[in-house]
């Protein structure tokens, strides 16, 4: 599409796979720890399995990230 990484559009992972550091220019990440969102899943996955087909409201949790970014991360351009 001819777009360039800052200049046109930012690039931020989930998660900071090894490439990420390594990539030319380095790609932003979201860290988010994995212990505690397993947690949280089998938490809200035992919830579901104990109530009952009358109560099926969905449920939500928030689980914190640590912002790291990189070269591939730029301010947005004014409109």
């Known amino acids: 599409a ?3 990484i800052p200049d046109d559009v930012s690039l931020i992972s989930i998660g900071d796979p090894d490439f990420a550091q390594t990539h030319v220019p380095p790609i932003g ?3 988010i720890d994995p212990e505690v ?8 996955l035992l919830d579901r399995m104990r ?3 009358a109560d099926p409201a969905p449920r939500r949790s928030v689980v914190r ?3 790291e970014p990189r070269g591939s991360c730029a301010p ?3 409109r």
């Not at 969102?37 to 809200?44: E, F, G, N, Q």
């Open 2 to 4: 001819g777009r360039r």
């Open 29 to 31: 990440a979201l860290r």
């Open 37 to 44: 969102v397993a947690d949280r899943i089998a938490t809200l």
């Open 51 to 53: 109530r009952t087909f």
């Open 65 to 67: 990230f640590q912002s």
């Open 76 to 78: 947005p351009r004014p």
